[in-house]
């Protein structure tokens, strides 16, 4: 599943085991009393007419959900949830993850593959509507709380609110609801950014527009991204570029698309989004590349020393098919700084596509001769990249990186490992490749 803006990775926002929740007969009933006092004339113009209103209907929200806490183990929940039985239990597959699925009468747990808590689906509210309904409650009681003498417990409230709507929007995102948490999202920067509380919550929304984005609403992900540009929120790596840039050219205005891939591409030179995206406007244009080279020389210009741009270079004349620049560009990476090991990378990459490529030529040559000049060529470029890939994983620390690298590797060494020396190259990346899974 595509990622969102965590503090990540994919997960449900992590709460705290919080104090034994009310029944769901005590919280409807507290809401109701608390209704009550509301709609009493003689009532409803106390500070704490609303903010017992909004306290009862979090309570209400919270019921359905039992004791269950993100992270919690079986044995914690059972603990603390007086050994409440499932109705079911089942394994499912979201978004690629396998999770074990428990059904109660108003929720569903899953747990992860780690067997802890990690989302929680509430399947029947007392109220549908509870936390929109205790924002509007808060929201009272700020405009009435003239002296703030409430503004700490006012703040705290809306701020566990959104906090609320953040699990429910990942939950409907990892279920796949994408516009449910597109919706979602919104309603957590808005109760976050409502006074006094008055705090930027730009991860939702991001959030709120990358979910749009996914489900094909445009024009609401646009709205979202806009708004993230103007706040100053790129995303990581400057994603907000790139999908602005794209949702411009599905509404027909690639011009504005490529001025959005421009600045991102000044911001964020690194960027495969933004650089693909680069690359594939000059091309369907028909416009010159050449304007690819000028944006990455300014920016080697300001930055001389960083071998990164080197290997940027490198990805765009392998993707615009200028295989010598590309290699040269992914050498210079090791001239400027040889502990990059991404430059490496590039190099083992283009290598590697390159056997690929000569391999299924050869494939389709009927001619013998053609035939094995191919199979000299894929031979060729496939002992070329086992050195660039063995280099970098001398430098490399990320173990999930090292593993795909070994994943190359021990492809390369298959081809020749009536050799000894690649026979044992063979079993030794084998095993760094599994190790990772």
């Known amino acids: 599943m595509k990622r969102l803006i965590l503090v990540l990775a994919l997960a449900a926002a992590c709460t705290a085991a919080n104090a034994q929740v009310k029944t769901i007969a005590a919280a409807e009933s507290a809401v109701q009393k608390a209704k009550a006092d509301v709609e009493n004339p003689k009532k409803n113009t106390k500070l704490a007419t609303w903010i017992k209103y909004g306290h009862a209907l979090i309570d209400a929200y919270d019921a359905p959900a039992g004791n269950g806490f993100i992270n919690a183990s079986r044995q914690e929940i059972q603990l603390i949830s007086n050994n409440e039985k499932p109705i079911s239990v089942e394994t499912v597959t979201l978004g690629g993850q396998t999770w074990e699925k428990e059904v109660y009468p108003t929720k569903n747990y899953y747990f992860n593959s780690a067997g802890a808590l990690g989302m929680i689906e509430i399947t029947k509210p007392i109220y549908e509507d509870a936390l929109d309904r205790a924002v509007e409650a808060y929201e009272k009681a700020a405009e009435l709380d003239v002296k703030k003498t409430k503004t700490k417990d006012i703040v705290g409230a809306l701020l566990s609110i959104a906090g609320k709507y953040v699990e429910d929007a990942y939950t409907s995102y990892t279920l796949g609801d994408l516009k449910k948490a597109s919706v979602l999202f919104e309603k957590a920067a808005g109760a976050s950014a409502m006074e006094p509380a008055c705090q930027l919550d730009t991860n939702s929304v991001y959030n709120a527009a990358f979910t749009a984005w996914l489900d094909g609403d445009n024009d609401r992900a646009e709205e979202f991204f806009e708004k993230c540009y103007k706040l100053g929120y790129y995303g990581e790596g400057g994603e907000t570029f790139a999908k602005l840039a ?192």
């Open 246 to 437: 794209d949702i411009a050219e599905k509404k027909g205005n690639a011009e504005k698309g490529k001025d959005y891939l421009e600045e991102g591409f000044q911001k964020f030179p690194q960027s495969q989004s933004i650089l693909v995206g680069l690359i594939n406007y000059y091309i369907n244009s028909n416009g010159s590349t050449d304007r690819l080279f000028e944006l990455l020389g300014e920016a080697k210009k300001n930055e001389p020393n960083n071998a990164s741009l080197y290997y940027v270079e490198g990805n765009i004349c392998n993707q615009l098919g200028k295989v010598d620049d590309a290699v040269a560009a992914y050498n210079q990476c090791a001239q400027i700084d040889p502990n990059y090991a991404y430059g490496y990378i590039g190099l083992g990459q283009l290598y590697y596509n390159q056997a690929l490529k000569f391999s299924e030529e050869a494939q389709n040559e009927m001619d013998d001769a053609k035939y094995m000049a191919l199979v000299e060529k894929f031979e060729s470029s496939l002992k070329a990249c086992i050195e660039p890939f063995e280099k970098s994983l001398d430098i490399l620390k990320d173990s999930q990186t090292k593993a795909a690298v070994a994943e190359y590797l021990k492809n390369a060494c298959f081809r020749f490992r009536t050799d000894p020396v690649y026979q044992e190259k063979y079993d030794k990346y084998t095993a760094l490749a599994a190790s990772a899974q």
